[in-house]
């Protein structure tokens, strides 16, 4: 089982939108609308930003927002603020089991 | 509010078997989610380890299968880990969480995650 490419690093301005990609295969992301992405702060837990592709928990900001297409999913957040900065990971569901992409480290400039 | 709490030691030696304990409360694990385990070795990702159900049904990492057990006590509203045969690279974070689904993590609690390091 082979992690989910993401790019290692993005940034973007403040109020700015950047998009976070998460490539993987037709046996996990492109198999099933089971993708979920999480936001890591340093030291501390990961918090669940997007899951099933492109659903929200309550409590997430509708800056932020799930997509895919075909093996890729991506993460938007649009009216980037200074707290998004952190790690971003995506999982998806592989068949029986979840695998994780490498993280994303966004910096807000 | 939902709150989880891993508990175990932080030092385990090479071979021997890693044990931690997550307690739940604000919610009782008899009314429903999933609960799992998910580490990350220090300045690397995350890995899903695992997820088990109040009926004690159980799903984990397929690299990881053949050396974890996750457990539940309904009655003490607690979930465990067990890692067998560990080495360094079983050195990691382990957090504790509750999840909507079995064998795909989407966790919307987590505990604040606890440092296992394996040495002599």
């Known amino acids: 089982q082979s992690a989910l490419t993401q790019p290692r690093s993005v940034s973007g301005s403040p109020g700015q939108s950047v998009t976070i990609s998460c490539t993987g295969t037709s046996s996990d992301v492109g198999g099933y609308d089971y993708v979920s992405w999480y936001q890591q702060h340093p030291g501390k837990a990961p918090k669940l930003i997007i899951y099933?592709?492109?659903r929200r928990p309550s409590g997430v900001p509708d800056r932020f927002s799930g997509s895919k297409s075909g093996n890729t999913a991506s993460l938007t957040i649009s009216g980037l603020q200074a707290e998004d900065e952190a790690d971003y990971y995506c999982?998806?569901?592989?068949?029986?089991?979840?695998?994780f992409g490498g993280g994303t480290k966004l910096t807000v400039l | 509010q939902v709150q989880l709490q891993e508990s175990g030691p932080g030092l385990v030696k090479p071979s021997e078997t890693l044990s931690l304990t997550c307690t739940v409360s604000g919610y009782s694990i008899n009314d429903g989610y999933y609960w799992g385990w998910i580490r990350q070795p220090p300045g690397k990702g995350l890995e899903w380890i695992g997820n088990i159900y109040r009926s004690g049904s159980s799903y984990y990492n397929p690299s990881l299968k053949s050396r974890v057990t996750i457990s539940v006590d309904t009655s003490k509203n607690q979930f465990s880990l067990g890692l067998t045969s560990v080495t360094a690279a079983d050195t990691a974070v382990y957090y504790c969480?509750?999840?909507?689904?079995?064998?795909?993590?989407?966790?919307?609690?987590w505990g604040q995650g606890t440092l296992v390091t394996v040495s002599s």
């Open positions: 999982c998806s569901y592989a068949g029986s089991y979840t695998i």
């Open positions: 099933d592709v492109n």
């Open positions: 969480a509750r999840s909507y689904y079995g064998d795909y993590l989407a966790s919307d609690y």
